[in-house]
């Protein structure tokens, strides 16, 4: 076979590889979109945190076993209250809008290599490949969590500055920036990369456009929460995360040898190859090679660092995922560079990646087991008499007519800052109600649950309720194992 077929035929498979990708995603964040329980723990508590908006109750309050918030900024939420006054509070609407936001990073992430390379197929692989990750970053696309929405506010930038460097253009990709942090506080290194290049790269006022728009809507908008909620959105969003330190010293190898691992190897092979070309153009590619090299700093080490923070699940190396998509697509297009034989090993290498990301649904696609189980447990919750305390669930217990608490996922994040002016109370709060037995019965999902001890003193374990109700991929919880109140001794 010529050379000239088989780099036709290897982009051909690559193209049709990545239709496929974007086709799987598509049908199983569609067919996942409705499960009517949680899809990841956390879920819940965004239900819960859209509810106290709609209700007109603040986010950001002192710490209490009632409620802890996030520890995010409010834009995800603000936008999930307000598909949710239309559609109803639930899971639905705040899946919507993360899967809208990952539909959009799709878009952003085609369109960039589009315009960097001319090439439709290569942005087409781009879109393939970010497809392709979806369950290699615990299928977060269309889980109610901050995370894809605030990828899609960093791409859309990206692509912003792309297209140009006019002032008004700085000052949009600023604008995005700006509402990037405002989801997710991650997005402060992209942002510095971003502001690096415009300081370095653009000419007058663009180079001060965008730092100076996203610091202003960063800065205002902290300034203006804070006063509002009496420095606690300011506690929660800067003294929290800078509270947490580093505590996953083992992810400073294994982000790079398991997160990424082997099956990336292609794409970063491609992006090298791509950052080296325009190192090879001299003055000509000088420019691209600076927003490129710092835009892949920024996007892998937001996802390493976040990764190596104490709680940082798989879902935080999304950036990385996204920014190997673009060097990914940008890496295809040197094929057109080359001469045939080094475009066939192009070709092979994007077409060997894609064909390593391809995934079965089955793991991911909640079956009727998982909606039975939701639906027992909530029944099982129901016929509870009195208060029930569920750390591990956030909006399930108000479906059985219970009311919520504080989450423990968010309670831990503020117990690891050690801060004991705020944990000190917050500690007091919990044992309390246990030694008081407040509850009538709680509900664990774990053996190694921290107010072990306390909790044994007050309660007994009296069973377990249905299994979990997640679907097949993730931290496994199962089963629930409920605690019921001891009877007061005669006399106490």
């Known amino acids: 076979m010529k050379p000239e077929r088989l780099v036709a035929l290897l982009r051909a498979a690559a193209g049709a590889l990545s239709v496929l990708l974007i086709a799987l995603t598509a049908w199983t964040t569609l067919s996942r979109i409705g499960f009517p329980w949680e899809l990841e723990w956390l879920e819940g508590w965004t239900v819960v945190s859209v509810q106290r908006l709609l209700d007109g109750r603040g986010l950001f309050v002192a710490p209490s076993l009632e409620f802890v918030p996030y520890c995010y900024t409010p834009l995800y939420t603000y936008l999930s209250a307000a598909l949710s006054a239309i559609m109803g509070v639930g899971f639905l609407a705040p899946r919507i809008v993360s899967l809208a936001a990952a539909a959009g990073c799709l878009w952003a992430a085609w369109r960039l290599v589009r315009i960097e390379s001319g090439s439709t197929l290569c942005g087409l692989a781009a879109a393939g490949f970010l497809a392709g990750s979806y369950p290699l970053s615990g299928a977060w696309f269309d889980i109610a969590r901050v995370d894809t ?85 300011f506690y929660y969003t800067v003294i929290v995360p800078g509270l947490h330190g580093f505590g996953r010293e083992e992810m400073l190898g294994d982000f790079w040898t398991k997160d990424l ?24 590619g000088r420019e691209r090679f600076v927003f490129w090299s710092t835009a892949t700093i920024a996007m892998l080490g937001a996802a390493w660092t976040s990764r190596l923070h104490g709680g940082g699940w798989i879902n935080v190396i999304q950036p990385a995922h996204a920014m190997l998509a673009l060097l990914f697509g940008m890496g295809l297009h040197e094929a057109r560079r080359r001469r045939p034989p080094a475009a066939a090993l192009i070709a092979a290498l994007a077409a060997l990646q894609l064909g390593l990301l391809v995934y079965s649904p089955s793991l991911l696609v909640p079956g009727r087991r998982e909606v039975d189980d939701g639906a027992a447990f909530v029944s099982a919750l129901s016929v509870i008499d009195g208060e029930v305390y569920t750390p591990m669930h956030g909006w399930l217990p108000t479906l059985a007519g219970k009311r919520e608490h504080a989450h423990d996922g968010y309670l831990l994040t503020i117990l690891r800052t050690g801060d004991m002016e705020v944990v000190g109370p917050l500690e007091r709060a919990v044992r309390e109600a246990f030694a008081r037995r407040r509850f009538a019965a709680v509900v664990i999902d774990f053996d190694d649950y921290r107010y072990l001890g306390p909790l044994r003193e007050g309660y007994r374990l009296a069973g377990e309720l249905p299994g979990s109700f997640r679907p097949r991929k993730g931290p496994r919880s199962a089963p629930q194992m409920l605690w019921v109140r001891k009877q007061a001794e005669p006399g106490s």
Request: aromatic share 12%; charged share 10%; glycine share 12%.
């Open 149 to 233: 929405l605030f990828l899609f506010f960093v791409l859309a930038a990206f692509l912003v500055l792309r297209r140009s460097s006019s002032p008004r253009a700085a000052a949009w990709a600023g604008t995005l920036m700006g509402l990037a942090y405002l989801t997710k506080q991650t997005a402060l290194l992209p942002l510095a990369a971003l502001c690096l290049y415009a300081l370095f790269e653009l000419r007058g006022w663009s180079r001060l456009a965008l730092p100076g728009t996203a610091g202003a809507i960063i800065g205002l908008t902290t300034l203006g929460f804070s006063l509002a909620s009496d420095g606690w959105y």
């Open 261 to 284: 691992g082997w099956a990336m190897l292609p794409s970063a092979l491609l992006g090298l190859l791509f950052l080296g070309s325009l190192l090879a153009r001299g003055p000509d």
